[in-house]
C-alpha cells in the first residue's frame, strides 16, 4: 500500500544544487559590499570569542577525550588551548565549544546560528593550508550564504517538524566554505554539496544538554569531509538539494526556491546577522533586556511581588522551561533569564552556570515570574510588568532588543563580549593582540599567525 505524504513531491524545482555550486566556485573575491566585509569580521571576530571562551567547559573536556581517543595528527588548533588535532577533529571540538555557551551570532530570520559550522571547518582547513585571511573571509561569506539560503528555502517548516536549523543546514555550509577554500570547480562543489546534503545534523529534542553544541560541530566535520571527499572525485547526485527525494523536499513541505536564486551574489544573508548580548536562546534576549531596563529604574527584586510577562508562543515552545537543574537547562528558560537581568543587570555565561540557576534568591524571584502567551506580539517583543509589593505596577515594552539588526551591538560593546570569554582563558595580552589581527584579518597572509595566538 502507498504511504500518503504531507505535500507532493516538486519534480519542477531549478537546479539549485548546481546554481549554489557556480555561485560559489566562481563568485569574484570580495566580490560585496563593505557592509557585507564588516559583518563578515564581526561574525568571525564573535565566533572565535565563543569557542575560545568555552574551551574548558565539560562539553569541551568530554569531546576532546574521544577525539584523543582516535590519535589523530596535529594539523589544526582546538581553539584557547594547547590541543593540535587533525582538520575533522579540530572543526568539530570548534564547532562544539562556539556553541556550548549559546552566545554565538544568529541569522534572525532563520534563527541559524551560521558560524559555528562554516567557520569552524573553514579555519580548521585553513589553518592547515596556510591559507590567507582574504581566502578565510571570502569562504566564510559565501558558506554562510549557502546555509542560510536552504534555510529560508525550508523555515519554520523544516524548524517545526524538530530539526535543529544549525545543524541540519550547517553541513552544506561548511561544505560550501571549504569548497571554496581548496579551489575546487563548480563541478567537484556540487558533489561536496551533493555528499553534505545527505549528512543533516541535529533535533531540537537535544536542547539544554551537551548534544545541542554537538550539531554545529558534527555539522562542521561533515562539511569538511564532504569537500575533502569532493577534492577526491568521490561522487553524489547532481540534484542533492532539490529532487523529490533529495534533502530539502525529504525534509520540509516548504520548498521556497526562490530563496535560493533571488538576488543571488548581490544580497549576502551575512549582512542580516546579529550578536548576542546574552549568552542564551535569542527569544528570551528581549524578556531579559525588560528585566534590565526595569533595574535600571531602580526595581529591585525584594520589591518584586510577580513579574508579568506577554510573549509569542514560541517563546514558551523553545524556552518554557520553569524549573531548570543545570546552566545548560538555564538557557532554555526565560523564568531564569528575567531574574539574572533583574537581579545582575546581564545575562552572561556567568549568569548560567550551574551555582546561580540553582541559588535560592535567583530560584526565588524565578518562582515570581508569570508569563502568558499573545500571538499578537512578535516573535522578537515582550510586554513586561513589575508589580511591586507596595502596589506600584512598572512596565516595559521592547520591540527590539539589544543585540537585533535594529539595535545591534556596537563594535564596542562587540569587543567587550570578546574580551569578557576570552581573557579569563588565555590572557588579557593575547586576548588585545587576536583583536587587534582580526581587525586586519582579510589582509593577513597566513592565517597561522592568529591560530597561534589562539593556542593558550
Known amino acids: 500500500m502507498a504511504r500518503n505524504t504531507h505535500v507532493p513531491a516538486d519534480t519542477s524545482a531549478p537546479p539549485v544544487t548546481a546554481i549554489l555550486a557556480r555561485f560559489v566556485s566562481g563568485h569574484a573575491s570580495r566580490g560585496w559590499s563593505d557592509a557585507v566585509e564588516r559583518e563578515a569580521h564581526r561574525t568571525f571576530y564573535n565566533w572565535l570569542g565563543c569557542a575560545i571562551g568555552a574551551v574548558y567547559h565539560e562539553a569541551a573536556t568530554a569531546a576532546l577525550g574521544a577525539v584523543r581517543l582516535l ?3 596535529p594539523q589544526a588548533t582546538v581553539l584557547g588551548s ?15 565549544t562556539s556553541h556550548t555557551f549559546d552566545f554565538d551570532d544568529t541569522h534572525l530570520k532563520t534563527i541559524i546560528h551560521p558560524a ?22 571570502d569562504s566564510l561569506v559565501l558558506g554562510i550564504d549557502v546555509a542560510c539560503r536552504v534555510g529560508n528555502t525550508m523555515y519554520p517548516d523544516h524548524y517545526d517538524r524538530g530539526w535543529h536549523i544549525t545543524g541540519s543546514t550547517g553541513m552544506l555550509g561548511a561544505a560550501a566554505g571549504c569548497a571554496r577554500l581548496l579551489g575546487l570547480d563548480e563541478k567537484k562543489t556540487a558533489m561536496a554539496l551533493g555528499i553534505a546534503a545527505s549528512q543533516p ?4 529534542e537535544q536542547f539544554g544538554t551537551m548534544t545541542k553544541p554537538f550539531h554545529p560541530g558534527g555539522a562542521a566535520r561533515a562539511g569538511l569531509m564532504s569537500a575533502l571527499l569532493a577534492s577526491q572525485g568521490f561522487t553524489a547526485s547532481e540534484r542533492a538539494l532539490e529532487a523529490p527525494r533529495g534533502f530539502v523536499q525529504v525534509a520540509s513541505d516548504k520548498r521556497a526556491w526562490n530563496e535560493v536564486t533571488d538576488e543571488l551574489g548581490e544580497r549576502f544573508e551575512i549582512s542580516f546577522n546579529t550578536y548576542k548580548p546574552f549568552a542564551c536562546g535569542i527569544v528570551i534576549h528581549p524578556s531579559i533586556d525588560a528585566c534590565v531596563r526595569l533595574r535600571e529604574q531602580g526595581i529591585t527584586a525584594e520589591q518584586v511581588e510577580r513579574i508579568e510577562l506577554r510573549v509569542h508562543s514560541l517563546v514558551l515552545e523553545l524556552t518554557g522551561k520553569k524549573e531548570p537543574k543545570d546552566g545548560l537547562q538555564g538557557k532554555f528558560s526565560v523564568y531564569h533569564g528575567c531574574a539574572a537581568g533583574l537581579l545582575f543587570g546581564r545575562a552572561g555565561e556567568e549568569e548560567f552556570s550551574d551555582a546561580v540557576v540553582n541559588d535560592p534568591r535567583v530560584v526565588a524571584l524565578r518562582n515570581k515570574v508569570q508569563a502568558t502567551v499573545d500571538d499578537s506580539i512578535d516573535e522578537a517583543a515582550v510586554r513586561v510588568a513589575a508589580v511591586l509589593t507596595d502596589g506600584r505596577r512598572v512596565e516595559v515594552c521592547v520591540d527590539h532588543a539589544i543585540g537585533s539588526l535594529e539595535n545591534p551591538l556596537t563594535d564596542a560593546q562587540l569587543e567587550a563580549k570578546f574580551a569578557s570569554l576570552v581573557v579569563p582563558v588565555i590572557g588579557q595580552g593575547h586576548a588585545d593582540e587576536i583583536t587587534q589581527h582580526c581587525r586586519a584579518l582579510a589582509s593577513m597572509p597566513d592565517i597561522r599567525t592568529l591560530t597561534a595566538l589562539c593556542a593558550a
Not at 84 to 96: C, H, R, T, Y
Not at 118 to 129: C, G, I, K, Q, T
Not at 201 to 204: A, E, K, L, Q
Open 201 to 204: 545534523v541535529g533535533f531540537r
Open 116 to 137: 559555528g559550522p562554516v567557520a569552524s571547518a573553514v579555519l580548521a582547513l585553513a589553518e592547515h593550508r596556510g591559507a590567507s585571511g582574504r581566502a578565510v573571509i
Open 82 to 96: 594547547r590541543e593540535k588535532v587533525d582538520m575533522a577533529s579540530a572543526a568539530l571540538v570548534n564547532g562544539i
Open 71 to 73: 590519535q589523530p595528527p
